[in-house]
């Protein structure tokens, strides 16, 4: 659901809409159980409602949940931007909790979203993505591609201010963007800081480097990629990034994931293969190893 989580805000009735979330998560927590220390689902937050987003959030971990999936634009369902006193509360639990926030790509869509055939790309004509001469598969191809780095956003404002500063326990995940295009974001971020940002009060805003928040906070992951693997992981940091292989999606790499992931990873060393493929994503949900 964190693909199309804002579909819940096409109800309107907020009491039925807060007992759908929370019949979702419920069963995301039975999955959890269930799986005998195997799947780890991230529920969903219903931001519409502060009071009751920490009271689930409470909930939540009670049931052993190790993190949370919400929009990266809250304002396309009317509600106040992430860095406004509104989510105050929800990030300073959050950071008390040490869990995580997840952020996946195209997960800010409006509140029309579950009534619209926006997220089908056979139904309609959308220029701004793709050309209509193209057919229904090929629109869903160019659509997708331009997906994974919808995330930067979120990535870019995190790490160009004070928000770690503020909440130093909160780690977050960029689910489902892929790897290639992140080193040339951190170098923006550099870049771009020191040559835009000259006044003393701005500069003072926050007490550290980009880099820094990224490699502290920041987690990212790959499953079809090739060059990134090869070449990228060591400038990303080796502690920052996961696999995934994004089962069940057409962009999924089954069959054959274990032997795609070797190939991808045959190149690097084994301490930073075993990073990527087991500790890194372990110490980000807390996840405890099998010692045997």
Known sequence: ?????????????LAQRAILIQTYNDFMADVQQESGGRLFPQPLLPTWDMDLTLKEMVRLRERGMRGFTISDKPHNTGLPGLDSEYFEPMWQLGNDMGLVFNFHIAGGGDKKIGNQTSMNPMA???????????????????????????????????????????????????????IGWVPFIIEAMEFQLDEMVT?????????RRPREYFA???YVSFWFERSGPKHLIEDIGVHNVLVETDVPHPTCIYP????????????VDAYTRRRVLQDNAAE?????????
């Open 216 to 218: 502290d906070h920041i």
């Open 199 to 207: 006044d003393p009060a701005e500069i003072a805003l926050q007490k």
């Open 284 to 292: 980000l949900y807390n996840i405890p190893l099998p010692t045997a």
């Open 124 to 178: 309609q004509s959308n220029p701004d993505v793709y050309w209509d001469s193209y057919g229904p598969q090929r629109r869903l191809a160019i659509l997708s591609s331009q997906f994974y780095m919808s995330n930067a956003r979120i990535i870019l404002n995190l790490c160009m201010g004070n928000f770690f500063d503020r909440f130093p326990n909160i780690k977050v995940f960029s689910a489902e963007s892929g």
């Open 1 to 13: 659901m964190g693909f199309s989580s804002n579909t819940f805000f096409g109800v309107d009735d």
């Open 256 to 267: 054959g994931a274990r032997e795609r992931l070797a190939t991808a990873l045959s190149h």
